[in-house]
């Protein structure tokens, strides 16, 4: 089994910019993706960006190019997502996945799930 435990929500002002990070324990060593997900109220949960551990390869959703960065620390077992010009439309609970396998985009592809974190962004 693998935990991850999320942190660095918060409310920022629209052009804001935080940073989430997530802390994976347990068989990390069982991890190949590590991504990044958000659900805003009433909508479905989106894809938002993944890493893959062993090369960090880079992968974002096209409403977060050039804005979001993810990135990982192999040393502390933690991903982070650095989200730069914020819009109000980012508000979302934010939550972190980890994957046995090479997905990417599909929700049902990862196999631990973080509880989450909250991102709101005012206008």
């Known amino acids: 089994q693998v935990q991850l435990v999320e942190s660095g929500g918060g409310l920022v002002q629209a052009g804001g910019s935080l940073r989430l990070s997530c802390a994976a324990s347990?068989?990390?060593?069982?991890?190949?993706?590590m991504g990044w997900f958000r659900q805003a109220p009433g909508k479905e949960r989106d894809f938002v960006a993944a890493?893959?551990?062993?090369?960090?390869?880079?992968y974002d959703a096209d409403s977060v190019k050039g804005r979001f960065t993810i990135s990982r620390d192999n040393a502390k077992n933690t991903v982070y997502l650095q989200m730069n010009s914020l819009k109000p439309e980012d508000t979302a609970v934010y939550f972190c996945?980890?994957?046995?396998?090479?997905?990417?985009?599909?929700?049902?592809?990862?196999?631990?799930w973080g509880q989450g974190t909250q991102v709101t962004v005012s206008s």
């Open positions: 996945a980890a994957s046995r396998y090479l997905t990417i985009w599909r929700e049902d592809g990862y196999h631990y």
């Open positions: 347990g068989r990390t060593f069982s991890i190949a993706t």
């Open positions: 890493i893959r551990w062993s090369d960090a390869s880079t």
